[in-house]
């Protein structure tokens, strides 16, 4: 195997725990900001999938805090991260 064959065997490893964890503390910080700004959400998947339950019910919200990834009921709106998604919900 090549130079750079060689490299990748080494370092992807270690990429795929570093994403691992940084979707683990995302989805921590997710649950936490949500918690601290007391907007409702169920919590599906140990987590991973979260159901923002805004006051206005045209704002509900899929989020995936692993990710960053949300997306209205309606369809009609998407985005990543939440600061986007609190700036939707308002």
Do not use: C
Not at 6 to 32: A, T
Not at 42 to 48: R, V, Y
Not at 61 to 79: A, F, K, M, Q
Request: glycine share 12%.
């Amino acid at each position: 195997m090549g130079d750079m064959g060689e490299y990748w065997k080494d370092v992807k490893p270690v990429l795929k725990q570093m994403s691992r964890h940084k979707r683990s503390q995302n989805r921590k910080e997710g649950e936490r900001v949500l918690l601290s700004k007391r907007i409702p959400f169920l919590n599906k998947n140990g987590g991973a999938h979260l159901i923002v339950w805004p006051e206005d019910p045209k704002r509900r919200v899929d989020y995936w805090p692993g990710t960053g990834l949300w997306r209205s009921y309606l369809g009609t709106h998407e985005g990543r991260g939440i600061a986007s998604l609190l700036e939707f919900i308002k």
